[in-house]
């Protein structure tokens, strides 16, 4: 049997494959322990599909055809080079991949970066980051800070714009067995979700309005004295700026804004400082806001309130993909180095320069992934790299995207599919598939994981790692001899004084390794100062307001037997079996007033424009619509960004149509 990390979520799961027979069961060790949710069952299928491409291709006017590796590469890299020489490394940019290895998004920013430019992003971007930038403002580092397995030692659960049990199905179990043991759990969502289930408290929000009921939570526990006394005067600063900041946000006032009763956000604050431990698990929920560095800043103020973190709790930004933590971690990001250390440390850019065999690296912010598209329409990019992301579906108000991509010079992109993204390449690459070749993952709580290949890559595609090699070779960058995948990630391996003394031998027989060194029981925070800090956030409004025009708030879901933009889920026949024609939630009542009956064909716009849909009919908070994510719902999504690149996927001004 071969080890093999499941494709799809950050959860993690190992699979065991059968090399013989194909078959998949759940790997019985750690984080999934013994179960698997279908996409990681079926997870081979999509690898199958008769869509793969076998050949790299080149378009010829409309037509693609396929051309050899040689030519491909070298007709690649000439055009790469000439656009650099005329416009500057800066008019390339690349986009790498969660779903490929660290290995592959570690040797693409290497690439991005040796070339000459900093614009380098993956699809962190358009969920995590603003965590990432809330948490390192706060705790000093950009991760998730306890393992899974601390979920169920903790007093209370705070599941917050997240629904684990559709989107990370196998957490649940953790859920379940903390809930076993007495913990509160509180689920904050716009709907209500199968998450909810397991809740004590189901609090159905007013999309928006989530700092609103984060502090008067803390309102509540300041007024009542729950506060965490010691921890706050030892460990943090800034409390008394939050006491003042949240006077005004009674619960009274919350019930008006959010919807939930006064007492029950009383009854849940209390609860929650009163099981003596708490975990804070958040979803794109919460970041994909105008608001979302605040939001979660918000959050982040409420654990550190309590003095939950470390052996007394765990903040759990949950992640989408299965290597979006690896992605980051590699570097994969425009404005930091592996390791999320900033450009600007000139010490350790020194230092990865040199182990790359130049003298400096570019320290200018490349461009986040989401600001992309005007500069294409500026003219200020010229070539794009894709690998393995399909932003003409996944991008909010992906019209403008599509229109983009016209406009290139050069758009390569290295896939399994000839995705949406795809038919508007010059050259598509054909990447090998998850199965098909060997390399780490590193999941959301940083556990370090080998994925073992089962069986040889597909016709005459490549792993990702050998085609990335091929380019930076042929691009005449330094150090681009690997011969094996292991050779890569020796190299990250002494990047990371985590991993210095670690070895891949350990890594590839499974042993236990995660990203930080130690647990974090005893929790040092990264600041200047080694403190934490509480941060008062105002309540910010959505980029968009409903009006008589547009008079519905918009919001994007997921569902659990689909994935992302679908290139992997529908092409798996047992889990489009599974699935059932995605619909659009509305409210009962704003069901009646519209005359719409439960799958209805309505047509659904905003600003941007329109699609049509069937509805359900279910419990969302009136005035609320939820669109499936998957497919086609980003056509009429807002595409205005919060601090960290993340657009606000999670509010739209819309209108609603019964056709
Ligand atoms: Fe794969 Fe996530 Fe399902 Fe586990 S929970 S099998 S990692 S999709």
Sequence with gaps: MKTVICPYCGFGCKLLVDPQTLIVKPHKGKPNRGKLCPKGLYAIEFALSKDRIKKPLKRDKKFLRPITWGEAIEEISHRLLEIKEFYGPDAV??????????????????????????????????????????????????????????????????????????????????????????????????????????????????????????????????????????????????FSEIRMATMKYTPQYAEKVTGVPASLIQKAAKDFALAGSGAIMWGMGLTQHVSGVENVLAIIDLALLLGYIGNKGGLYPMRGQNNVQGAAYMGALSEFLPGYIPLENEKFRKRVASLWGVEDLPTERGLYLTELWDAIERGDIKALYIVGENPAVSEANFTRVRKALRKLDLLVVQDLFITRTAKYAHYILPASAFCEKEGSYMNSERRLQWSEKVYEPLADSKPDWEILTLVGKALGLPGFEYSSVEEITEEYFHLFPELEEKSVKDLKEGKEMFLPKKRLHTWEFATPDGKARLIAVEQIPPWESTNEEYPFALTTVRLISHYNTGEMTLRSPSLTKLMGEPKILINVEDAKDLHIEDNDLVEIETRRGKIRMRVKIGKVARGVVAVPFHFKANKITNNALNKAGTPEFKFSAAKIRKL
Excluded at 128 to 133: G, K, L, M, N, Q
Excluded at 167 to 179: D, E, F, L, Q, W
């Design 93 to 238: 940019a690349f986009i790498a991949s969660s779903k490929i290895t660290n290995e592959e998004n570690y040797l693409l920013q290497k690439i991005a970066r040796l070339f000459g430019t900093n614009n380098i992003d993956n699809c962190a971007r358009l969920c995590h980051e603003a965590s990432v930038h809330a948490l390192k403002t706060t705790v000093g580092t950009g991760t998730q800070t306890n393992p899974y397995e601390d979920l169920e030692n903790f007093g209370a659960i705070l599941i917050w714009g997240y629904n684990p049990a559709e989107t990370h199905p196998v957490i649940i179990r953790y859920i379940k067995s903390a809930k076993k043991k007495g913990a509160k759990v509180i689920v904050v969502d716009v709907r209500e979700t199968i998450t909810m289930n397991f809740a004590d408290y189901k609090f159905i929000i007013k999309p928006g309005t989530d700092i609103v009921l984060a502090n008067a939570m803390i309102h509540t526990i300041i007024k009542e004295e729950l506060y965490n006394d010691d921890f706050i005067k030892s460990r943090t600063t800034g």
